[in-house]
Each structure stands twice: as structure tokens, then as C-alpha cells.
């Protein structure tokens, strides 16, 4: 579990850096109807933040929360699949539109989910691990180690959007 997290770190810190290496017109700066730089960024963060929230409600169930099924982890390595062969897909309606900020206030924030993220990492009991805690709008119910997994397949998708969308900017 502490390796997905140390991953998803490792590829925030470097997104952040790369999304800061750009003016700050151009990080704002976007085609019509798609996101700019700081948007796609700030869903992923929303995304986190939202998901961080829902797990945190899951859990008050304790030992009723649900085993987590197989089919899920299947849906899962499909939608990993998709989102790597370039297909665009419609957020779910809360994050649609995220808000363009400043980096220094969108960093702030991430810095915040990812340490509510790790607290909620460590004082997960061992004995959930197999509880389905995180509910994916398209998959379904997935244990804490798959929903890190899918973090990770959704950041890493936006990576590529972001890195799509400077090389956009430059036509």
C-alpha cells in the first residue's frame, strides 16, 4: 500500500514541477471547451479529495463495510486500459469544471489531501484490507489498495492530458 502512495507522490511532485516550468498564462491558458494546465491538475486533486471523503464516511461502517469482489478489480484494468489508449471520457458532474487557481493555492490544497490521504493510510486497520471502502463511479467497490491503484491510473492519465494540452498551446 505505502508503495502506491509513494508513487502517487513521486508523480504529483513531478506534474507540480512540470506545470510550474511554464509561465503562468500558459498553465491558464486553454482551447475552447477543454481544460488548461491548472484545471486538469486541480480535478485530479478534487478527484483525490472528494474520494478521500467518501472513504472516510465508508468506514464508520467498520466491520459491516463489504468484502471486495473480483469483478471491480476487472472493470478496473479496463479502465486503465482506456484511459492509456487516449479515449476522453466526461468527469463525473461534481468535478466537471474545476476551478482555475493559482498553482501556489492548487499545491496547498493537494499538499493537504495527500496528508489526509496518508493519515487515512495509517490508521487504516489492517484486518479492512480486503473491505471494499472506495466506490468508483463507473467500477463499483474496490478495497483501499485498488482505489490507490486507480489514483494512480487517473493521475497518470492527466499527466498525459497535461503534457497534450502544453504541446497543443505551442501550435
Do not use: C
Not at 9 to 23: D, H, M, T
Not at 111 to 116: C, F, L, P, Q, V
Not at 124 to 144: N, Q, R, T
Amino acid at each position: 500500500m505505502w508503495s502506491r502512495f509513494r508513487l502517487l507522490e513521486k508523480n504529483r511532485e513531478e506534474i507540480l514541477a512540470y506545470v510550474a516550468s511554464k509561465p503562468e498564462e500558459i498553465i491558464r491558458q486553454s482551447r475552447t471547451n477543454q481544460w488548461s494546465m491548472i484545471q486538469a491538475v486541480r480535478h485530479v486533486q478534487l478527484a483525490e479529495a472528494g474520494s478521500i471523503g467518501y472513504m472516510q464516511k465508508k468506514i464508520l461502517a467498520g466491520d459491516a463495510m463489504k468484502e471486495a469482489t473480483r469483478l471491480p478489480r476487472v472493470l478496473l484494468t479496463l479502465v486503465d486500459v482506456s484511459f492509456r489508449s487516449g479515449l476522453k471520457f466526461k468527469a463525473p458532474v461534481a468535478i466537471q469544471h474545476p476551478p482555475v487557481t493559482s498553482l501556489a493555492e492548487l499545491k496547498a490544497d493537494w499538499d493537504s489531501t495527500r496528508e489526509s490521504l496518508k493519515q487515512f493510510i495509517e490508521n487504516y486497520p489492517e484486518k479492512w484490507s480486503a473491505k471494499a471502502v472506495y466506490k468508483h463511479p463507473f467500477v463499483g467497490m474496490l478495497s483501499l489498495s485498488e482505489a490507490l491503484r486507480f489514483f494512480r491510473i487517473h493521475q497518470a492519465h492527466h499527466i498525459r492530458q497535461v503534457h497534450r494540452i502544453a504541446r497543443s498551446l505551442k501550435n
